[in-house]
């Protein structure tokens, strides 16, 4: 049709076609169903020719969107191999070059289907245009407006065919740079830095297309088929579906923010495999640039990796960039995910969170009123990882090796060996705005939402056999235990886990078959050691295996921390004098205790923690509400107590936290020199005092816990002197807080004694279990725990 014809049709099909075959289908298919229709091409880029501005004069003109989609035919994906195969198979039929349109036609008839995007007339997209972009209807913009609507309509009707897990984003910058806010935004930065507005536009324009994602459904299969690997062989993964669901029926109204735990490298690629397999829309995964190397940066852009750099300062205009970019997003009701802990840990339990993306989604909810977003907590925990020997060697002070090509070529080979299970479980999902409003007004606001991720993220974590395994043989110390042995150690693990009600993996430690697997399985890996050279096989901790046995022990502590804390305070119950107020001086312990290791865990609130003590207590003694309650009916709840966690959960950190403390009383006044060199002092200080036996745990040398330590000391204000105060001298407070370490060490030391005792016993190589040694008895016979004078 010629233009003049063009301006007389009452509808005009909009169709989107990539080669002579597409349009040709498209062309046929409009005969049939629109006779009489004018046909305009548009790009898949949403670009717009100057016949669609033609066709947009009359309110009344109809507008249909039409595409070719190529569809491939279901078949059998079961198992890995299969499924790598299809997805593969997908993302070439997807991407075919256009020259292969004819061919693929020819054979495959049924694979070419013609989507149809909801019609609209121009009246109603005016209408939409003036309302989006703040302009006058027929202003300049309005024929790409309506392309890119043509496009979005057919996105969304591809959708019906292919599913949600391909709802991508189109031309975000464009849209964002288009809007009625942009030119705001860009004259309030230029009032804040005091640049010109055409450069700040420019800068703001330039880390917009730096950050965003550039999603494509065949870039999605293409990127699937080749990180697959990566995880498909190494584990069987175990989903929570009815946590999914519940998920499904949230995100019909409100964009979902995933915020998991951080283990493995793998973490994004099994929960987007996951939520594919589920048919949920991809999510844009925020990730550091150090990952955006070739052929990574290149593939995770078009599959949903939002690359943002590590480190940006005082950079306001990025800081801008990233929180309109996360506004857009959140309207748009895209999906995000980003990794709450900041990096992957290297102890095996949650580090602090870090808050700042969660400032700048906080920021864009606040400059968008009627927005809200739920943030959904999540666990992927592993029976094992192959990369967390590398990390264990990081905690012993070698340097982080730098991700690139070699680097990723050594983990998809390593990949390769199957070992165990990786489980996904969803935490409740709550509302943003309702968390800050619960949180109140403050500094400590965005904290309190974060630690609330994190607590949930532990109640849904499930203790493994792993973890239960490694607990065992690390309690028993140096000590070679029989297969029989470590089931009569795990048992009461395993009995108050599930007291608690938490899941353990019953055929993996309640069956002789299944525990042997489960260490066959950590002898492979070297972690394990077993001796069959005598009557019958024994295991323990391989030599220099510690910290990766204590990385798999870690994943189950918080499972275990008010237990333990519980222990220590009765112990210190035990000693108190007959007239003490032993409910206060319980109470007193336990906050005493909280606020020492404040920085390694996640506590409930003050209220819940009370709560969690007293169940504890029923655990431990149900009869204890009936008792006279004097310090010798506590001293006899723990030794008839059939387990006593304290030493196993909280001597590492209390170790790491020795040392540090000791290193600054060395310091005396002085103020502390450069971090990496204070850690690089406490490493090496560390492994002298664990060679003296001054140290319990080789665990506990550990780079990562000696800069939570410092943490502590920060907070206690003894890391640096500053202004001063009423409080004691700097060198003085550091002595005291040695002094508090070292007090509750020489406690879990004797709860040690006591719980070594209770194993001689169920081990069948002792007699009845002794009462505690009174406090101070253990430091005073081993001497000072620490080498500074």
């Known amino acids: 049709m010629t233009t003049d014809e063009l301006i007389g049709t009452s509808e005009v099909v909009v169709v989107q076609a990539r080669s002579h075959t597409e349009r040709g289908i498209l062309r046929r298919w409009a005969e049939d169903h629109h006779p009489g229709a004018a046909v305009v091409l548009i790009s898949d880029r949403s670009e717009a020719p100057a016949t669609l501005g033609a066709v947009l004069r009359g309110e009344d003109t109809l507008i249909v969107p039409a595409r070719v989609t190529w569809v491939t035919p279901e078949a059998d994906q079961s198992g890995a191999v299969r499924k790598l195969r299809g997805l ?19 054979h495959r008839p049924d694979a070419a289907r013609v989507v ?62 288009s809007s009625a806010r942009f030119p705001a935004l860009v004259g309030r930065l230029a ?11 420019e800068r703001l324009t330039s880390c917009l297309h730096e950050m965003a994602a550039v999603q ?33 029926e949230l995100n019909k109204e409100h964009a979902l923010v995933f915020l998991p735990s951080h283990r493995s490298y793998a973490d994004p690629l099994v929960l987007a495999e996951v939520l594919h397999d589920r048919n949920f829309p991809r999510n844009h995964v925020l990730g550091g640039n150090n990952l955006s190397f070739w052929p990574m940066g290149a593939l995770g852009r078009r599959a949903g990796v939002v690359f943002i750099r590590r480190s940006f300062g005082g950079d306001t205009v990025y800081k801008a960039a990233i929180q309109e970019y996360l506004g857009h997003l959140l309207a748009k009701r895209f999906n995000l995910e980003w990794y709450i802990e900041g ?85 409740e999902p709550f509302s943003l705005r309702a968390a800050l409003d619960e949180a109140g007004e403050g500094p400590a606001q965005l904290e309190k939402v974060a630690f609330r991720v994190c607590t949930g993220i532990n109640a849904v974590t499930p203790a493994t056999a792993t973890s239960l395994a490694t607990f065992a043989l690390l309690s028993a110390r140096d000590r070679a235990l029989t297969l029989q042995q470590v089931r009569d150690v795990v048992a009461p693990l395993a009995d108050y886990l599930e007291a608690r009600g938490v899941p353990v993996p019953i055929a993996e430690l309640r ?47 918080h499972h275990l921390l008010t237990r333990a804390l519980l222990e220590v305070a009765l112990l210190r119950v035990g000693d108190a004098g ?139 204000g003894i890391r640096t002197a500053g202004p001063v105060t009423a409080g004691p001298p700097l060198a003085e407070a550091r002595r005291a807080w040695l002094d508090e370490v070292t007090a509750v060490i020489d ?15 169920v081990l069948g190589t002792g007699d009845d279990v002794p009462p505690a040694p009174p406090a101070g008895a253990r430091q005073r016979a081993e001497g000072d725990s620490g080498v500074a004078s």
């Open 116 to 177: 149809v995007g909801e019609p609209a007339t121009v009246g109603e997209l005016e209408t939409r245009f003036a309302a989006q972009e703040n302009v006058r209807p027929h202003s300049d913009g309005f024929a790409r407006f309506v392309a890119r609507q043509a496009v979005l309509a057919c996105d969304r009707a591809e959708r019906r065919i292919l599913g949600d897990r391909y709802k991508v984003p189109r031309r975000m910058v464009e849209q964002i740079t």
């Open 191 to 201: 009032g804040r830095t005091g640049r010109p507005a055409a450069e700040i536009e």
């Open 578 to 716: 007959d007239g003490d107020d032993l409910v206060d001086l319980a109470w007193r312990e336990l906050a005493r205790l909280r606020d020492l290791l404040k920085f390694e865990f996640f506590f409930p609130t003050r209220r819940g923690f009370r709560d969690e003590i007293l169940h504890e207590l029923d655990l431990l003694d149900p009869d204890w509400r009936q008792r006279a309650g004097a310090p010798a009916d506590v001293r006899a709840a723990l030794r008839r107590a059939p387990l006593l966690v304290a030493p196993g959960v909280l001597r590492s950190f209390l170790d790491a936290q020795l040392v540090v403390a000791d290193r600054l009383v060395a310091l005396g006044d002085a103020p502390l020199p450069e971090e990496k060199e204070f850690l690089d002092d406490c490493l090496g200080v560390g492994r002298q005092m664990l060679m003296q036996r001054r140290l319990d745990r080789p665990d506990s040398v550990s780079r990562e816990l000696y800069a939570t330590a410092l943490r502590q000391a920060e907070n206690r």
């Open 343 to 427: 990096g992957r840990s290297r102890t095996g339990k949650l580090r602090p969170p870090r808050i700042g993306l969660l400032r700048y989604l906080v920021a864009a909810l606040e400059d968008r009123p009627g927005l809200d977003a739920i943030l959904v907590p999540v666990s992927i925990a592993y029976d094992q990882l192959h990369e967390v020997g590398a990390m264990a060697a990081e905690q012993r002070g070698d340097p982080k090796k730098a991700e690139g090509l070699a680097w990723l070529y050594r983990y998809f080979r390593e990949q390769s060996r199957h070992i165990g299970a990786a489980r996904v479980r969803i935490a």
């Open 88 to 106: 593969a198979t997908t993302a070439v039929m997807r991407m075919a070059w256009s020259p292969l349109h004819p061919t693929m036609a020819r």
């Open 747 to 761: 406690d879990l030391g004797r709860l040690g004694d006591l719980e070594r005792a209770r194993l001689e016993v």
């Open 511 to 557: 069956t002789r078959h299944g525990l042997r697997m489960t260490l066959d399985r950590l002898a492979e890996a070297g972690v394990v050691t077993i001796y069959e050279g005598g009557t019958e096989p024994v295991f323990s901790i391989s030599s220099g295996r510690h910290h990766v046995a204590a990385f798999y022990r870690n994943g189950t502590l």
């Open 216 to 248: 494509s459904p065949p870039m999605i299969d293409v990127f699937r088929a080749m990180m697959g690997p990566m995880h498909a062989k190494a584990w069987d993964v175990q989903v929570d579906e009815s946590g999914l669901e519940r998920l499904r």
